[in-house]
């Protein structure tokens, strides 16, 4: 009988994989609107309140945003 393919990936593959499948604009994601909404009453509350995203799993580029 057949042996079923199996296929390895390491970390870097994988990075490439996910960027090439996912359009480049969506990263970082912005928070949706049910949770901008809270994170803006906590602004309101705390001005120096601040959200930060980070461009994929690797957590290497950081994007920091106020909100106020």
Known sequence: PKRP???S???VAVEEMMRAS???DRNPLAPCGACKEWLVKIAEANPS???VTFENSR???VYINQLM
């Open 9 to 11: 990936f390491d970390e």
């Open 5 to 7: 393919r199996t296929f």
């Open 49 to 51: 309140f601040r959200v």
């Open 59 to 61: 957590c290497r580029n």
């Open 22 to 24: 996912a359009p480049p």
